[in-house]
């Protein structure tokens, strides 16, 4: 713990070495927030992911100079402005509960402004053009999305969907001395791509393909049916039978076109159910019986292995 304020240089010296501490901020005397913990993570050249949780924020303004890249901005709490300087000289206000996509082709700079508020939280992913090549090779789809929505320099707002808030959350949680943290933040900007593809008003720009390479409308229909029923009690061969087709020929389908297995997608969906239940004031025992698990315990190692804390912790945060 720091015994004195950080200056606003000094805050971004520590973001910029990967490090995460709670701090208090002054510039010439003036405290912008009470405490906070601040987060920069970058994963190789691609992707920058940056997460705030800030408590007492005084009215602040600040300018932000950024690079080609889309943003998607997570906003959990709190409320902001920004006006881009140059360029197309576009504007937006972000408030608790909605998301931006903002696609940037050029060096600019933005002039960002946050009123006095007691609780500031928000998740920011940035893909860098190199990001794109990357996908290009398992995900030809996610990354002409990507190169659209950044060439274009498109602009979308919209409230942010229960999936996509739940990623928030856990983004929240990284830690830069996790030695997981990077595998972490790269598998949820996976997730977090894939799950934007899927909305009405990016499905044109990301393309309802993106997250497969197969059949399109058959893997949305298994897809659909595992969210429809999020319990590791489901079996591959109930999907195969939804979806009339062979069970054999329903695992090839989710290794081409998702790059998982059919268990993996029925686990995955059956877990993000018991966190929004757990987080709904649900005890951890009906929980754990409710999506398929023989005992709590057994649910317990599964929940922690996905989100890195037990089931209790999040009922303990939440209440």
Known sequence: MRKRPLTLHELTDLANTDRQARVSVADSGRQYFASGRLLNLAVGPWLLLSTGSLRG?????????????????????????????????????????????????????WRVAAPPQADFDTVSFAFLPEMEAHLQVFAPALAKGLTRLRQQEHQIQMP????????????????????DSRVLAWAWALELLQALSRLAPLRDW??????????????????????????????????????????????????????????????????????????????????????????????????????????????????
């Open 57 to 109: 924020l005084a009215a602040m303004k600040a300018s932000v100079q950024s690079s080609p890249a889309v943003t998607i901005e997570l906003r959990l709490a709190g409320q902001s402005a920004s006006e881009e300087s140059q360029g197309l000289r576009r504007a937006f206000r972000l408030k608790a509960g909605h998301m931006l996509v903002l696609g940037s082709n050029r060096d600019n700079e």
């Open 160 to 179: 942010m969907p229960p999936d996509i808030a739940l990623l928030a959350q856990r983004c929240l949680t990284l830690k830069a001395d996790r030695e």
């Open 206 to 319: 990301m393309g309802e393909q993106a997250t497969t390479s197969g059949p399109s409308d058959r893997l949305q229909q298994a897809l659909e049916f595992i969210r429809q029923n999020p319990t590791i009690s489901l079996k591959p061969g109930d999907v195969a039978r939804h979806c009339l087709m062979a069970t054999s020929s329903l695992h090839r389908l989710f290794a081409d076109g998702h790059h998982s297995t059919v268990a993996n997608a029925i686990r995955h969906q059956a877990l993000l159910q018991a966190h929004a239940l757990i987080r709904g004031g649900v005890p951890v025992n009906q929980v754990a019986k409710a999506v398929g698990y023989a005992t709590p315990e057994a649910f317990a190692r599964a929940f922690r292995a996905r989100f890195g804390v037990n089931p209790s912790a999040v009922l303990i945060l939440n209440n």
